[in-house]
Structures are given as C-alpha cells and as structure tokens.
Nanobody, 127 residues
Framework: EVQLVESGGGLVQAGGSLRLSCAAS????????IGWFRQAPGKGREGVSCLRLRDGAAFYADSLKGRFTMSSDSANNTVYLHMGTLKPEDTAVYYC????????????????????WGQGVQVTVSS
C-alpha cells in the first residue's frame, strides 16, 4: 500500500547540483515525516535530512547545512532534496524514507525509526 519512488540520481561533477525526488503514495501525506538517508560502500546509513510535512520543519546533518535543502509539493505527494556544491564524498546510494511522526516523538536521523523506504538512487560525484 505504502510506496516511495525515488528519482533524480546520476553522475555529476564536483561542484554541481542534483535534485532528488521522492513520490509517496498510500498514506496521509501530512501525517508523516520524510527523511533522506545515504549509504556509501563500507559505511553505515547516514541521516541527510528530514522534513516534517505537517509544519514544514526541516532538519539537516550539521555537515550538510547550507548545501542540501528539502522541499515538498503536497499536491503531488512529493518531496525533494536539492543537493548543491556536490563533493566526491557525497557519493552514495540515497534513500527516502517515511515515518508517521504524529503518534510519537522520533529521532529524525535514526534510520530505525522509519517504516517505509524507497528503492534508493545512486548519486556519483566525480572529481
């Protein structure tokens, strides 16, 4: 029932930008928070950002503040992650994930809090 579909990944040179999309279906959009996580080979899953849909509050990893920005299009149940000034160390598989945050407090960058996941998209930043 719940489905998250990611798109927008690809290959980009260092200093460039990409916008990832996460199209959601099967749940009440405004009840959820949508997080972005990434995982590079040999590394754990890292919290990138999170958008709380009911009020638009956004959270970002400290190292990414100012470079990455989330937004949403509630009419189309889609969230976006704009990634700017990309660096080779941003290379990873990026996942969007959803959690119903209306029922309990959650830690946005703890991937175990999330219930639904997209398939992941590869982002490769060349040097």
């Amino acid at each position: 029932e719940v489905q998250l579909v990611e798109s927008g990944g690809g290959l980009v040179q260092a200093g460039g930008s990409l916008r990832l999309s996460c199209a959601a279906s099967g749940f009440t959009f405004d009840d959820y928070a949508i997080g972005w996580f990434r995982q590079a080979p040999g590394k754990g899953r890292e919290g990138v950002s999170c958008l709380r849909l009911r009020d638009g509050a956004a959270f970002y990893a400290d190292s990414l503040k100012g470079r990455f920005t989330m937004s949403s299009d509630s009419a189309n149940n889609t969230v976006y992650l704009h990634m700017g000034t990309l660096k080779p160390e941003d290379t990873a598989v990026y996942y969007c994930a959803a959690v119903d945050e209306s029922q309990y407090a959650f830690t946005w960058d703890d991937f175990t809090e999330y219930d639904y996941w997209g398939q992941g998209v590869q982002v490769t930043v060349s040097s």
